[in-house]
């Protein structure tokens, strides 16, 4: 009989990932992750809701603050515009190798997520992370 190699696992074997084993389970309230209520805040436009996840989750990554920056466009917040100008500073210092003209375009997509191709604006600011 040949021996496998005990990092190979059959479909019969369970699968063992970062140390917890097929009986070991974490436990989450039944709210979920900050990061998912978070998320889940934002998908259905519910700006306080989304704010307290983003308070517990601490420093937000540029996605998540691009996702808050988005939330205040669409629902008219007046907490938009400088939400936007921190989010812009925070790519020109964090993002990847931002050139000049990204950052202008940027600026420019963000401007747009309160108008008629808001939808284009935020797949723009999106690639650009």
Do not use: N
């Not at 205040?72 to 907490?79: I, L, Q």
């Not at 191709?117 to 690639?127: C, I, P, S, Y």
């Amino acid at each position: 009989m040949q021996k496998r190699p005990e990092t190979m696992a059959t479909e019969a074997e369970p699968r063992v990932a970062c140390g917890v084993g097929p009986c070991e389970h974490m436990f989450v309230a039944s709210q979920g992750s900050a990061s998912g209520r978070f998320q889940r805040a934002c998908d259905r436009g519910q700006v306080r809701q989304a704010e307290m996840a983003a308070r517990e989750m601490g420093r937000l990554s540029l996605i998540h603050a691009l996702s808050l920056v988005v939330l205040y466009a669409r629902a008219g917040s007046p907490k938009f515009e400088p939400a936007a100008v921190k989010w812009l500073a925070r790519l020109a210092l964090e993002g990847r190798e931002v050139r000049l003209d990204e950052l202008q375009l940027a600026a420019a997509a963000l401007a747009c997520l309160r108008g008629r191709k808001h939808e284009r604006a935020e797949k723009t600011l999106l690639r650009m992370l």
